[in-house]
């Protein structure tokens, strides 16, 4: 029974902060997110060898109070994005150090380590065939999302430069950052609590929840659609770096070849 409210609570919350903010109640929305990181302070003290789960819970809630409460240093919403999403890496990264892995002294191999997820799963290794993968599923994906959403480009034109900006932001910071709290932390701890079927559903319903700031229903499920698809394939892989790759690369041809490319047609 603790188990299970240890579960269903956050992600209650979690769900019902954002049908909040889905129907523009802001305030409301960052209230609830606080009150879940409060009690993910709390119920590790409760629950007692759950300490990742409730972190993974808590970043989840950070991630929107961060995205709402940040500053807004640049008019570029391109430029914005990593404000959002460095200080999540962050604390990812310290959850990762101190509670996953002895990972000892900062070094290098370190932080390859880290990309890849090296301990949330069961030895862990890179491929490079990944990256054609990765593509594939970046370029599909990401036209099949335009028909449902039908956004805007991020980026003015298709120049080297903005491509590599949006490159670099996409997959570095949205995608990684995205993908290293529902997938890398989330997804593991609860499936090292309550089974990998549970994990995978339970990603896949907030990183959809996670998109109610387009107050699309339709969308809401596509983004579901996808997020089992990333969930599927970190569980079947356990690689960290596949799942922020798929993610980046369809946000990256998203916001610039795509809509590009169907603005061009008759």
């Not at 370190?110 to 301990?119: A, E, Q, W």
């Not at 949205?174 to 997804?187: I, S």
């Amino acid at each position: 029974m603790r188990d299970k409210v240890g579960l269903l609570l956050p992600t209650a919350l979690i769900v019902l902060a954002e049908g909040l903010f889905f129907n523009g109640r802001t305030e409301a929305c960052l209230e609830v997110h606080a009150l879940n990181i409060f009690l993910c302070i709390l119920l590790p003290i409760w629950a007692e060898k759950q300490m990742l789960l409730y972190q993974s819970f808590s970043l989840v809630s950070l991630l929107r109070v961060l995205n709402i409460g940040m500053p807004v240093f640049f008019t570029e919403t391109l430029l914005w994005m990593p404000f959002v999403y460095a200080p999540v890496i962050i604390a990812g990264y310290i959850i990762w150090r101190q509670t996953v892995v002895d990972a000892g002294r900062p070094h290098w191999r370190n932080l390859v380590r880290f990309l890849n997820g090296h301990g949330l799963r069961e030895n862990v290794q890179w491929k490079w065939e990944y990256v054609p993968f990765a593509i594939i599923f970046g370029y599909l994906g990401a036209n099949l999302e335009y028909f449902v959403l039908g956004n805007e480009a991020l980026v003015w034109d298709l120049g080297p430069l903005d491509l590599g900006k949006l490159m670099l932001v996409m997959v570095v910071f949205v995608g990684f950052g995205e993908e290293l709290v529902f997938r890398g932390l989330l997804q593991s701890s609860i499936a090292s609590n309550f089974g990998k079927g549970v994990a995978v559903l339970v990603s896949a319903l907030l990183f959809a929840s996670m998109h109610s700031g387009y107050h699309n229903v339709p969308y809401l499920g596509f983004v579901f659609a996808i997020g089992l698809v990333l969930a599927l394939a970190y569980e079947r892989t356990g690689s960290l770096g596949l799942a922020a790759l798929m993610h980046g690369l369809l946000n990256f041809f998203l916001f610039s070849f795509v809509p590009f490319g169907y603005d061009l047609l008759p």
